[in-house]
């Protein structure tokens, strides 16, 4: 994002930003490097974390508060303060100076909380606040405020509100590229998933092992110790680990009978050929989906393809996911087989503890309950 000169900078000032260090310019410094954050932020709780502080640090407040819509209610999202205000609490809109604030398209300059009927004064008494001034954030159809609260009576000046107002519009424009950075990546992921599907739509009925697949995969993720995100983001990449298989004809993957050796060769390079169209990607999701997509037919012991990887070679993204995707095809029928049993699937999975599937990941599997792994929820999405 291109940063505008600041409006509240003379040209004298302004010319002196590209000699001067951003904390030698005081107040319009810091704010020039919080828009320069802002303009870097990649969700909400990044933008929050930006504003709660500088809110603070621009007027001098003894506490800032980061407020969303969420329909007719004031969610109070987060904050910076010298004692507890309303984090996490949700307020009607009528009900609270950030509704106002929101519904009126102005700022709100409050010197004294128990003199002005905006302010509900009951939700005030516990804490500090004497004084405060609340901003929109996105004056023409607001989606927040930010507000500044003061611990003494106080008196916000022209300058504050100037301060308090610009760092509000730099945040409306960050959660605006947040937004859209976040569609652009679901169109591209949902674009994916739609190759992915097309690549099971030959031998699976259902067109859903490659979410079941995820499904598992996220959680024998979280068993294994990892973070919600991280286990998610396996969990998304692991649906995509058969794209390849557009490439290979439906004469082999098709087939009923056991594949003649050439016929088997052929099928190992989607492993191969899944790595190819999911390479070079930038979005957080293309390198673990490149990996897995390379690596899910890698065995423990080093008998697997298409590098013959052993052990901790094989990236734990691929060990995951190739436990996950033998699961859920012994489960489920393919056009060469019936689907197996529950107890024949788990115990053909503990037989191959240590020879295909690395033992940490059998022992994570062992700890879930695979019955609810075979079939997706009745209301799960299906593109």
């Known amino acids: ?24 310019l005081g107040e319009e410094g810091e704010l020039i490097e919080t828009i320069q954050q802002l303009s870097l932020a990649r969700s909400v709780q990044q933008i ?54 929101m519904l009126n398209r102005e700022h709100a300059m409050v010197p004294d909380i128990y003199a002005d009927d905006r302010v509900p004064a009951d939700a005030y008494r516990p804490t500090f606040v004497k004084s405060l001034l609340m901003v929109p954030i996105r004056r023409l159809s607001p989606i927040g405020a930010i507000g500044n609260y003061w611990a003494d009576p106080h008196q916000a000046s022209d300058r504050e509100v100037m301060l308090l107002q610009a760092l509000a519009d730099s945040t409306a424009v960050a959660m605006e590229n947040v937004r859209m950075i976040a569609e652009l990546e679901a169109a591209r992921r949902e674009s994916l998933m739609r190759l992915a599907i097309a690549a099971e739509f030959r031998d699976d009925g259902t067109h859903q092992h490659p979410q079941r697949v995820g499904r598992t995969a996220t959680a024998i993720a979280r068993v294994l110790g990892m973070e919600d995100d991280q286990a998610s983001l396996i969990g998304q990449a ?32 989607h492993t191969t050929a ?3 169209i999911l390479g070079g990607g930038q979005s957080p999701l293309m390198a673990p989906a490149e990996q897995i997509a390379l690596t899910h037919h890698e065995r423990w012991d080093g008998s697997g393809y298409p ?41 053909e999975i503990r037989s191959l503890e240590g020879h295909q599937f690395d033992p940490s990941v059998v022992s994570a599997f062992m700890e879930l309950d695979p019955s609810s792994l075979v079939e997706l929820s009745p209301d799960a999405p299906v593109l």
């Open 1 to 24: 994002m291109s940063i505008a000169p600041s409006p509240l900078l003379t040209q004298d000032q302004s010319s002196l930003i590209a000699f001067t260090p951003m904390h030698a």
């Open 48 to 101: 929050q974390a930006i504003v709660r502080h500088t809110a603070r640090q621009l007027t001098g407040a003894d506490g800032a508060t980061f407020v969303l819509r969420d329909g007719d209610m004031c969610h109070y999202a987060d904050e910076d303060a010298i004692a507890p205000l309303w984090k996490g609490q949700r307020f009607p809109m009528s009900a609270c100076v950030s509704g106002w604030v």
């Open 238 to 269: 692991a649906e995509l680990h058969d794209v390849g298989k557009l490439a290979i004809p439906d004469s082999i993957l098709l087939k009923r009978n056991r594949l003649a050796d050439h016929e088997f060769e052929k099928l190992k390079t």
């Open 274 to 276: 899944g790595a190819a």
């Open 307 to 347: 590098n013959r990887l052993a052990g901790d070679d094989i990236p734990i993204t691929g060990r995951i996911v190739a436990l996950a995707d033998v699961f859920d095809a012994l489960t489920h029928p393919r056009p060469y087989k019936r689907a197996w049993s529950l107890d024949a699937t788990v115990s």
